[in-house]
């Protein structure tokens, strides 16, 4: 049985990353494709729980990026050994808000943590599952604080100020610029319509899938 591929959404808080994935999915599904949508931290039980510390422990101020990275790779091992490489040995392409990369992201670029031990920690525990894309959805930090302003729920690592989201955008362009993690990365402009941007993660997905045209799986 041919390997399911392994996609990861990447973005800012705000960028149309759950919006965007559903429509991904819908349009894999129309082409023929088994897919699994899921979200990290999270996806399974124990990974949500230990979600919920996290945010609790970031929004009372009590842990700093190192305390964060080693929650994130516990909740991130439950997650791929129990959900994600199962889907992926049966044939089912998966696809998710966020992986390792976000950790980079936030806890290294934006909270000062050390780069090189994610990216160790991450080959250890993403064996076996290693993401064949990374999309990133790339908003502008004024659109970033228009689009989360107007949200209900917000997570603790939204509420940061704009010096934080600043760190975060320049950390998330330079990892899709020089490929990080040896990732094979699609930057994708995330301004504009939910429509606009679902043509754009569409052609991309239609190169990952290697369709023959535009939603003809090859």
Do not use: C
């Given at each position: 049985?041919?390997?399911?591929?392994?996609i990861?959404?990447?973005?800012v808080?705000?960028?149309?990353?759950?919006?965007?994935?559903?429509l991904?999915?819908?349009?894999?599904?129309?082409?023929?494709?088994?897919?699994?949508?899921?979200?990290?931290?999270?996806?399974?039980?124990?990974s949500?729980?230990?979600?919920?510390?996290?945010?609790?422990?970031?929004?009372?101020?009590?842990?700093?990026?190192?305390?964060?990275?080693v929650?994130?790779?516990?909740a991130?091992?439950?997650?791929?050994?129990?959900?994600?490489?199962?889907?992926?040995?049966?044939?089912?392409?998966?696809?998710?808000?966020r992986?390792?990369?976000?950790?980079?992201?936030y806890?290294?670029?934006?909270?000062?943590?050390?780069?090189?031990?994610?990216?160790a920690?991450?080959?250890?525990?993403?064996?076996?599952a290693?993401?064949?894309a990374?999309?990133?959805?790339?908003?502008?930090?004024?659109?970033?604080?228009?689009?989360?302003e107007?949200?209900?729920?917000?997570?603790?690592?939204?509420?940061?100020?704009?010096?934080?989201?600043?760190?975060?955008?320049?950390g998330?362009?330079?990892?899709?610029?020089?490929?990080?993690?040896?990732?094979?990365?699609?930057?994708?402009?995330?301004?504009?319509?939910?429509?606009?941007?679902?043509?754009?993660?569409?052609?991309?997905?239609?190169?990952?899938?290697?369709?023959?045209?535009?939603?003809?799986?090859?």
């Open positions: 049985m041919k390997r399911g591929k392994f990861v959404f990447e973005g808080g705000g960028s149309g990353k759950t919006t965007q994935i559903e991904a999915k819908k349009f894999l599904q129309e082409n023929g494709l088994k897919v699994l949508a899921t979200r990290e931290p999270g996806g399974v039980e124990a949500e729980k230990i979600r919920e510390l996290i945010f609790r422990l970031r929004g009372e101020n009590l842990i700093g990026p190192e305390g964060q990275m929650l994130f790779f516990a991130r091992y439950l997650w791929l050994n129990s959900l994600v490489k199962p889907a992926l040995e049966k044939g089912i392409n998966v696809i998710t808000d992986a390792h990369t976000s950790t980079a992201a806890q290294g670029f934006a909270e000062g943590g050390d780069l090189n031990q994610i990216l920690i991450s080959q250890i525990v993403m064996e076996g290693r993401p064949d990374v999309i990133f959805l790339d908003i502008s930090q004024e659109t970033a604080i228009k689009r989360k107007a949200e209900s729920e917000r997570d603790p690592f939204d509420k940061q100020g704009k010096d934080y989201l600043k760190r975060l955008i320049i998330y362009r330079k990892m899709a610029k020089e490929g990080w993690g040896d990732l094979k990365w699609y930057t994708v402009d995330g301004e504009g319509t939910i429509e606009e941007v679902r043509v754009r993660v569409s052609e991309v997905l239609s190169q990952i899938f290697e369709m023959t045209h535009f939603g003809s799986v090859k």
